[in-house]
């Protein structure tokens, strides 16, 4: 069969947590068999809108720019880059459509490919189709709702749209939340990584369609485990270092134990100035920091280099890779009661504690530097073995299968 994967970026242009598993799964994909396509967004933009033919590990991709016009916004109506994905779909002729984003590439995806006679499956890999600002981190002032109600949705994303008037705003909103119900009820299937963002997208689209749960898995299997050290614990967190994931709760909560442990931070650090700020808090605390910098699929994993991951995200997370990427290592991890990132645990080998607060995660991390019998405990209670990309490839392909036409 051949597969196009739809995403709204890809690497080398960028290349975050959606990407690694777009990528991970093509290479999955490629090893059952399947030729993979891919057409890829992009943030950067052309007179008129163009379409880059290149070459990524192998994957002829596709990569579409849209006209500075077609900035983003609610409708996604980005008329270069939809002409652009039909004359791609009308070319390659794929025998199934997987959508992974719409953000860069417009709506109707799933509509198009569904017009030509192919089957599409949806994987949802975050709060976009209920939040336009991807995370549901509202603005300061504004509380996110409890349910579907928009009237704070307005509020919060009106100052992006040039305040325009409220009523006009909340039927533009609702008008995008129709389009993506129908993308999602037309699809084949519509996948989600985890138990936690199918409830948030049953509530809050709202969407009453099939869900199915299907873990994005680990993306490599590890070849090493870390080896844990008697003295000054190792305490750190990798992946996006950006505030939202709680680095500053994290110096803070490790300052009380500055003579026992360091922190070691591993990933790209994309706010300027923002690490030197972590450095400062540490610095007051007495605590050493080592910031190793960004790293790739080739480099050892940072996981490797510690002895208790900590994640403390203030994030709705989607699905915790990272933690699963620490577990697989032999490393304990502590986790915030955000989003998914509980369910990572489910099986052992870690702590949760309240998310947005220093005071619980100081009393875990704390708890566990001081006695390290109970960080032996979950060390040994980390299960043996995890999902993989190659589970969830093996499940897409059964997917792609059961859409062809008879």
């Known amino acids: 069969m051949k597969i196009v994967l739809f995403v709204h970026n890809f690497p080398p242009e960028f290349l975050g947590g959606t990407e690694q598993v777009v990528l991970g799964l093509a290479k999955g994909l490629r090893e059952l068999g399947e030729e993979v396509v891919i057409v890829s967004g992009s943030d950067a933009f052309h007179p008129g809108g163009r379409v880059l033919t290149e070459r990524f590990e192998g994957f002829h991709v596709y990569r579409l720019l849209r006209d500075p016009e077609e900035t983003y916004n609610l409708e996604l109506d980005f008329g270069s880059v939809g002409d652009r994905i039909e004359a791609i779909l009308d070319k390659e002729k794929p025998d199934a459509a997987h959508i992974h984003h719409w953000s860069t590439l417009g709506m109707g995806l799933v509509q198009r490919a569904k017009a030509r006679g192919i089957p599409a499956i949806v994987s949802l890999h975050d709060l976009w189709t209920c939040c336009p600002r991807f995370f549901r981190t509202p603005r300061k002032g504004v509380r996110c709702p409890a349910g579907a109600e928009r009237e704070n949705c307005v509020r919060c994303i009106s100052p992006d749209l040039g305040d325009p008037d409220p009523g006009a705003l909340e039927r533009r909103f609702e008008r995008r939340q129709e389009r993506l119900r129908r993308e999602l009820l037309e699809a084949v299937a519509v996948l989600v990584p985890s138990q936690s963002l199918a409830r948030r997208i049953q509530k809050h689209l709202p969407f009453d369609g099939p869900l199915e749960v299907l873990p994005h898995g680990l993306l490599q299997e590890p070849k090493e485990r870390a080896v844990p050290r008697d003295k000054n614990l190792r305490v750190g967190c990798f992946g996006n270092l950006v505030p939202s994931k709680g680095l500053d709760l994290l110096v803070d909560a490790l300052g009380h134990n500055a003579s026992e442990c360091e922190i070691h931070l591993a990933g790209h650090c994309p706010q300027e100035g923002y690490m030197d700020q972590l450095r400062e808090r540490a610095k007051r605390h007495g605590l050493p920091l080592i910031w190793h910098g960004p790293f790739s699929a ?39 009661a955000r989003g998914a990132l509980p369910e990572r645990l489910e099986n052992g080998g870690g702590v949760v504690v309240r998310s947005g607060g220093v005071m619980p995660l100081r009393i875990a991390v704390s708890n566990l530097i001081r006695n390290r019998k109970e960080l032996d405990k979950l060390r040994a209670a980390i299960p043996k073995s995890f999902p993989t990309i190659m589970d969830a490839a093996r499940r897409c392909q059964v997917l792609y299968k059961a859409g062809e036409p008879v």
């Open 298 to 336: 080739y480099d050892p994993h940072p996981a490797l280099d510690l002895d208790l991951a900590v994640f403390p995200s203030l994030c709705e997370e989607s699905y915790g890779l990272v933690v699963e990427e620490a577990l697989a290592r032999g490393v304990p991890v502590v986790v915030s």
